[in-house]
């Protein structure tokens, strides 16, 4: 089948991919020329696991290519994916344009039946708006508008997008069905469903995915809030609820916050979709507050351990993305995080195991960069664990004690052992367990 994947981000880059992967003709097609140069030249724009060798692969066999002449990418196509990007307005509403502008152009070279497939997560109504534009564009009838929403986690999303745990297609039409189905069917070949829905309630699936994971991740922080004050620990309280079925463990992790493209900006679209409703989102408003606090704990941390002191002192942070086995640096708590610690007036020197050239657009000469872990902690006052990457998880804690110039921890993802630390003799902060010398412990 022909297929064109407009915006070639993190989502369409991965869906454009695995689709050539299944035998079909991909064409990817961004605005942003610099971009398809780099992957014409054979190198890749994000990082995720797995991506590299499939685009490789597929490049080489023929099945897959890149452009910046969206027109044609339109004209030469039976199913168009829209995948542009949809940050977030001033005031938390979905920016659109890019969905509309690409709307008008598919409008424009409307040359005989096509579907035209929302990737992209947007409001619901959205469907109804881009169908109005393509009919006013093409003066045509002869196609019709999907609602395909993306599941996929960013460090899984490759395999996430080959082996779905469903797959949601909302559409009132038969044939655009049947055509979605087939290109889906290569994928959820281990009998995952394929759902089908109409196209509202589609477009409500994905923002209804994120606020649910959302507020898991705000939840399991308030009850590690609360654990801290009332001498519990949040790991034996996680570890007795997780095991009930109906809770069960996923996205059950404290730590500092969520970030990311996706959560914040999906939360706050889905309170305004509902406040011009008319509707107060009250939940989704409080995990989003919660959240904002979850992002400040670390620095308060840090304030209340040196006091007065801390101005002019270093800290070596490990960890920037937004979570492991990315590089994306969207929304990451590092920023709040970073930022905070260089308004106590002190400094930061980072480091991340793939994050850094994004990082160095964001922070510029406001933070020095470590070549490596160890090398990041040399002089430092202090130690704090941002993102979970799995080559923090067993370091060497002799080394950590002999370059850091205070042994002390403070540990966003609840990495160690509070009682291994105390007798490697680290002061270590982590969330919502007990303190080292509680007396409960
Ligand atoms: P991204 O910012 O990585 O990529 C968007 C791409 O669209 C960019 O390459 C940009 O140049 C291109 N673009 C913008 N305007 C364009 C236009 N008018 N014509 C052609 N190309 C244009 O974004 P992303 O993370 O891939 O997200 C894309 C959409 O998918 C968003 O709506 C997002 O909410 C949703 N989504 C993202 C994820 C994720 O994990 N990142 C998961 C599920 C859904």
Same mark, same amino acid.
């Given at each position: 089948m022909n297929i064109c994947v407009i915006g070639v981000g993190y989502v369409g880059l991965v869906a454009g991919t695995c689709l050539a992967e299944s035998g079909n003709d991909v064409i990817c097609a961004d605005v942003d020329e610099e971009k398809i140069n780099l992957l014409n030249q054979g190198k890749i724009p994000i990082y995720e696991p797995g991506l590299e060798e499939l685009i490789e692969r597929n490049v080489k066999e023929g099945r897959l290519h890149f452009t910046t002449d969206l027109d044609e990418a339109i004209r030469s196509s039976e199913v168009i994916f829209i995948a542009v990007g949809t940050p977030p307005l001033p005031d938390g509403s979905a920016d659109l344009s890019a969905v509309f502008d690409v709307a008008r152009r598919i409008g424009k070279n409307l040359n005989g039946y096509k579907i035209i497939v929302t990737k992209s997560t947007v409001p619901v109504g959205t469907g109804?708006?881009?169908?109005?534009?393509?009919?006013?564009?093409?003066?045509?009838?002869?196609?019709?508008?999907?609602?395909?929403?993306?599941?996929?986690?960013? +460090?899984?999303?490759?395999?996430?997008?080959?082996?779905?745990?469903?797959?949601?297609?909302?559409?009132?039409?038969?044939?655009?069905?049947?055509?979605?189905?087939?290109?889906?069917?290569?994928?959820?070949?281990?009998?995952?469903?394929?759902?089908?829905?109409?196209? $509202?309630?589609?477009?409500?699936?994905?923002?209804?995915?994120?606020?649910?994971?959302?507020?898991?991740?705000?939840?399991?922080?308030?009850?590690?809030?609360?654990?801290?004050?009332?001498?519990?620990?949040?790991?034996?309280?996680?570890?007795?609820? +997780?095991?009930? $079925?109906?809770?069960?463990?996923?996205?059950?992790?404290?730590?500092?916050?969520?970030?990311?493209?996706?959560?914040?900006?999906?939360?706050?679209?889905?309170?305004?979709?509902?406040?011009?409703? +008319?509707? /107060?989102?009250?939940?989704?408003?409080?995990?989003? /507050?919660?959240?904002?606090?979850?992002?400040?704990?670390?620095?308060?941390?840090?304030?209340?351990? &040196?006091?007065? $002191?801390?101005? +002019?002192?270093?800290?070596?942070?490990?960890?920037?993305?937004?979570?492991?086995?990315?590089?994306?640096?969207? /929304?990451?708590?590092?920023?709040?995080?970073?930022?905070?610690?260089?308004?106590?007036?002190?400094?930061?020197?980072?480091?991340?195991?793939?994050?850094?050239?994004?990082?160095?657009?964001?922070?510029?000469?406001?933070?020095? &960069?470590?070549?490596?872990?160890?090398?990041?902690?040399?002089g430092a006052n202090g130690l704090v664990i941002v993102t979970e990457w799995q080559e923090f998880r067993r370091p060497n804690f002799e080394r950590i004690k002999s370059l850091l110039s205070e042994p002390v921890i403070f540990d966003g993802r609840n990495l160690y052992d509070p009682k291994k630390m105390k007798e490697l003799g680290f002061e270590y902060y982590s969330i919502g367990r007990l303190p080292i010398n509680s007396p409960h412990k």
């Open positions: 109804d708006e881009i169908e109005k534009i393509i009919k006013e564009e093409s003066k045509s009838d002869d196609f019709d508008v999907v609602s395909n929403p993306e599941f996929m986690k960013e +460090g899984a999303a490759v395999e996430d997008f080959m082996k779905p745990d469903r797959v949601v297609i909302g559409t009132s039409s038969d044939r655009a069905f049947e055509v979605m189905k087939q290109i889906y069917e290569p994928f959820v070949r281990t009998e995952n469903p394929i759902i089908r829905m109409d196209r $509202r309630s589609a477009e409500m699936t994905k923002y209804a995915a994120n606020a649910m994971l959302a507020t898991k991740i705000s939840f399991i922080n308030e009850m590690a809030n609360i654990c801290e004050r009332v001498g519990a620990d949040i790991d034996a309280v996680r570890r007795g609820i +997780g095991f009930d $079925r109906r809770i069960g463990f996923q996205f059950l992790f404290p730590g500092v916050g969520y970030g990311g493209s996706c959560f914040p900006k999906d939360v706050d679209a889905l309170i305004k979709t509902a406040q011009k409703q +008319g509707f /107060e989102a009250r939940i989704l408003k409080a995990v989003q /507050e919660v959240n904002i606090n979850q992002k400040r704990r670390l620095v308060e941390r840090i304030k209340e351990h &040196y006091g007065e $002191r801390v101005k +002019g002192l270093l800290f070596a942070i490990w960890g920037l993305s937004f979570k492991p086995r990315t590089d994306d640096m969207r /929304e990451a708590p590092s920023i709040e995080i970073i930022k905070g610690i260089l308004s106590l007036g002190a400094n930061v020197r980072a480091y991340d195991p793939v994050a850094m050239d994004n990082a160095k657009k964001i922070f510029g000469n406001h933070i020095e &960069y470590g070549e490596n872990p160890y090398q990041t902690l040399t």
